[in-house]
Structures are given as C-alpha cells and as structure tokens.
C-alpha cells in the first residue's frame, strides 16, 4: 500500500524568508506522480506544484519548488520569499500511474510572521 | 469556466437522517473522486466515478455510504443513517482523463456536520 507522511505538523517562517516543508513516501511503484496541495482557511484545495517521478529536474512554479529524491523517497516543498497568503495547510500527495485516487499526507500547518 | 460546483456548503443532519451531497465537475470533466477530511487530517479517498459508472470504491465505508454519476446531472454522495463519526468535510474533484498526469480539480467541499 502506497503511504505519504507529513512529519512535520506545523512550521513557521517570518515573512520573506524562506521553508521547507517535508514529505516522504513509500512505494514499490516507479512510475507515479507527487504534489503539493495548499489549503487555506477557506478549505479550498489548490494544486502548487507536481512532479513526474520518472523526471529527473525538479519542479519549479515560482516561488515554489520541490527536492525530490527518488532513491530515498523524498519530497520537500520550498517556499522562497514567504508572504503572508502563503499561510495555510499544505498537504503533499500521491499517486501511481494508471490509478486514480490520490493518497495524501497528513498535513503541515505554515504560519507565516509579519 | 466554472470550477468545481458542490453545495450545499455546510449541511447539518441529526443522527438517523440522511445526508445528500452533490458534486458538479468541471464542464468537459467525466470523472469524478470523493475524498472525505476529518477533522486535522488529510484527505482520505473514497470513491471514483465516470460517467454511470463507479470505477473504484476502496474507500467507501461497506455499510451507509453510497455514490451516483448518472448520465444527467450531478454526482451525489448519499449517506444513509448518519452517525456523528459522519461529521467531516467532504470533498470531490473532477478530471478530464483518468490517471496522475491530469489534474484533479478540487471543489470547495461539504461540510457535515451531525447532531
């Protein structure tokens, strides 16, 4: 069973600083595709950013980009030059190809301080 | 282009009643995931419909819990005989296509809570 784990559940950063939010997951698949989602108080679900597992170069969207190392199953989120919209829960999720349900970590609360 | 369409927003239902919770994806989208959050967790999915069809129920609880996509019309999350442990955040998504390289569009949730 594929499992994601969000070891840290809450974080804080001053406000233009930069975090790095941590996510690990466990597979025996080596085809399938990660995320970051944000969930601000409003609860809505918003994609940051997505990774192809078989693509080598991190992605970039922005202020956000991610660590990934596939040997050892990891996929951190860095958020550069925090602002104050960046507050929210962040969940890192998963999914293999050809299957559809995404598996999602437990969440890490970010707060950001002016 | 519309987002995804859930309502209602928040649902209140004594223990016993039913619960009613649709889900309208995203025009062009034909498949449509249920995940429900509880409280300070993650998203712990459902089920997966297409089109009259549902693909994957591995995370329906065996006994309450059902869900629709008819041909017309929203999808519908029914929940029988509800139990305070219902009280949740439901979400669903929508795709266009199936699998990790097409994104699942979020809607903005149910929120039920049981009396």
Not at chain 1, 74 to 96: E, N, P
Not at chain 2, 45 to 66: A, C, H, T, W
């Amino acid at each position: 069973a594929q499992t994601v784990t969000q070891s840290q559940p809450e974080m804080s950063v001053q406000e233009a600083e930069t975090v790095t939010l941590s996510c690990t997951y466990d597979t025996s698949e080596s085809d399938y595709y990660l995320f970051w989602y944000k969930q601000p108080p409003s609860r809505q679900m918003i994609l940051v950013i997505r990774q192809e597992a078989y693509k080598q170069q991190n992605a970039t969207e922005n202020r956000f980009s991610v660590n990934f190392q596939k040997a050892a199953k990891s996929f951190s989120l860095k958020i550069s030059d925090s602002q104050l919209g960046d507050a929210a829960m962040y969940f890192c999720a998963f999914t293999i190809q050809g299957a559809q349900k995404l598996v999602f970590g437990q969440g890490t609360r970010l707060t950001i301080n002016p | 282009n519309a987002g995804v369409m859930q309502n209602p927003r928040h649902l209140v239902r004594r223990r016993g009643q039913e619960a009613r919770l649709r889900c309208s994806p995203m025009k062009g989208h034909s498949h449509v995931y249920w995940y429900r959050q509880l409280p300070e967790e993650g998203l712990k999915f459902m089920v997966y419909l297409q089109k009259e069809n549902i693909i994957d129920e591995s995370g329906m609880p065996k006994e309450r819990f059902s869900a629709e996509f008819p041909k017309e019309g929203p999808s519908i999350l029914r929940i029988q005989q509800v139990v305070r442990g219902d009280s949740a955040a439901y979400f669903c998504a929508s795709s266009k296509e199936a699998g990790g390289s097409y994104e699942q569009y979020f809607g903005p949730g149910t929120r039920l809570t049981v009396t």
